[in-house]
T-cell receptor, first 115, second 112 residues
């Protein structure tokens, strides 16, 4: 158990809909990272927040947005969903701001299926 | 942009040593190299990290040559439970931000 929690575990929805994925980092960790993992794209970094502020942005679509709240939990919002958005979405946390030497602790993931 | 290249898959047998190499030609001067292990439907898990030369912990060793353009994860005496996907991770400094960039992963299958 990494100490990172994600809800829901599974999510099935239809094209055009909007969903929210939730992540609670390990106790004391200030950084939260979001990743998308699909069969054809591998593990893709989406966005990172540190202590409530956006710190780094990767291959995140404009239809996607995220935020980190004062209690440090984070939410990833996916809107106007398309079939291609079906994937595993992982959240990870680390103790400090994004640096390559920071070990990331990954949650169990949310499996999103868009029908 | 930082990019990593790993073999797509490898096969081994119980008790053998497995070496997985990752190339990262454009690694930044201050970037560390980190390896993660992932089992099906689980999040990746940290294995080992290094900057240069050799690092060893209780589960693996990491060899990094002087030019740091590649790294080799060494798993001694693998068992069936080591069957997993192994990722190397480097960073890509974009506008001062650290962008974690995972390789496509190496699927290791350990046979009895």
């Amino acid at each position: 158990d990494s100490g990172v929690t994600q809800t829901p575990k599974h999510l099935i929805t239809a094209t055009g809909q909007r969903v929210t994925l939730r992540c609670s980092p390990r106790s004391g960790d200030l950084s939260v990272y979001w990743y998308q993992q699909s069969l054809d794209q591998g593990l893709q970094f989406l966005i990172q927040y540190y202590n409530g502020e956006e710190r780094a942005k990767g291959n995140i679509l404009e239809r996607f947005s995220a935020q980190q709240f004062p209690d440090l939990h984070s939410e990833l919002n996916l809107s106007s969903l398309e079939l291609g958005d079906s994937a595993l979405y992982f959240c990870a946390s680390s103790g400090t701001s994004g640096r390559s030497y920071n070990e990331q602790f990954f949650g169990p993931g949310t499996r999103l299926t868009v029908l | 942009l930082a990019k990593t290249t790993q073999p797509i898959s490898m096969d081994s047998y119980e008790g053998q040593e497995v070496n997985i190499t990752c190339s990262h030609n454009n690694i930044a001067t201050n970037d560390y190299i980190t390896w993660y292990q992932q089992f099906p439907s689980q999040g990746p898990r940290f294995i080992i990290q290094g900057y240069k030369t050799k690092v060893t912990n209780e589960v693996a060793s990491l060899f990094i040559p002087a030019d740091r353009k590649s790294s080799t994860l060494s798993l001694p005496r693998v068992s069936l439970s080591d069957t997993a996907v192994y990722y190397c991770l480097v960073g890509d400094a974009a506008g001062g931000s650290y962008i974690p960039t995972f390789g496509r992963g190496t699927s290791l299958i350990v046979h009895p």
